[in-house]
């Protein structure tokens, strides 16, 4: 359950908030949230480069036995 904010009422659209916020806050959570969506997409890229390393060929596997 929520707890009703003192600063905003309750039937304050998170629209309204937004613009409610001082411009800094503002810009502060913007760089949360690019820095957050720029170390999920980094993962995700090396996960995937993990992924095709390790199905290709290691030279031991190609050596003749």
Do not use: C, Y
Not at 13 to 29: E, I, K, P, T
């Amino acid at each position: 359950m929520a707890i009703p904010s003192s600063r905003f009422p309750p039937e304050s659209g998170s629209a309204q908030v937004w613009h409610q916020l001082d411009a800094a806050l503002r810009h502060q959570a913007i760089s949360v949230v690019a820095q957050m969506a720029f170390n999920l997409v980094k993962r995700q890229a090396a996960s995937a480069q993990q992924e095709v390393d390790n199905e290709l060929p290691t030279p031991l596997d190609q050596a003749p036995q």
